[in-house]
């Protein structure tokens, strides 16, 4: 587990003009795990990760970094109230074996935001990072809560829902809905090379969901 410092290998202005990263939010192996107290919905964990991994190969392709981040926490109420499934240093807090892993930085946070972490935040900003994808863990807590950092930062903030996972269908909506309403644009794994092409695309995620809440 590495708290990150910027590398030759993390120096990717040149290779990316547009500004765009993915950033892959806490796919930790106890969260993909449906024997721990705190999990993501086992029945969408295959769609899950292989809608994340094409979405990484498609970043990795296109020569367009990949972030991830995995959780640590220290605080010993946290820790106790979730049965250590992120605790520092703890087992199974490594990013899941299902999941593809291109580069040998990982951020670390203990906060919600992943952008809190100051490392992770100064790569983006000397690297000319404009435009941040968000995929991962969970829906109604981190990648919200990114989210919503991302959109404050003046980031233009896009989350590939599909590549995101949550506790259940309808906390993954809500959350989704809530970031769109914040300013995110939602799309789907399957629009990454229209969008990242700079392409239009005529998707209205609040639009075709919101009845369903």
């Known amino acids: 587990m590495i708290t990150a410092a910027l590398t030759a290998e993390n120096s990717i202005t040149a290779q990316n003009p547009n500004g765009k990263a993915l950033l892959v939010i806490d796919v930790q192996e106890n969260l993909l795990d449906a024997r721990s107290r705190l999990h993501m919905d086992p029945t969408a964990v295959p769609t899950f990760t292989s809608n994340l991994n094409r979405s990484i190969a498609f970043f990795k392709t296109n020569q367009l970094p990949v972030i991830y981040t995995v959780n640590e926490w220290t605080n010993p109420i946290l820790n106790l109230l979730t049965g250590n499934v992120c605790k520092k240093g703890g087992k199974g807090t490594g990013i899941h074996n299902k999941v593809n892993v291109v580069t040998t930085t990982i951020y670390t946070k203990s906060k919600m935001n992943a ?75 399957d629009q990454l090379a229209d969008h990242v092409g700079d392409k239009t695309i005529s998707h209205n995620f609040l639009t075709a969901n919101e009845r369903i809440l």
């Open 115 to 189: 952008l809190t972490n100051k490392q992770l935040f100064r790569f983006l900003k000397e690297n000319q990072i404009t435009e941040l994808y968000i995929s991962g863990l969970f829906a109604e807590a981190c990648v919200r809560g990114t989210a919503r950092g991302a959109i404050r930062e003046k980031f233009n903030t896009i989350i590939i829902e599909d590549a995101v996972g949550s506790k259940s269908t309808k906390k993954k909506l809500a959350s989704l809905l809530q970031c769109e309403r914040k300013g995110a644009n939602i799309i789907s794994s």
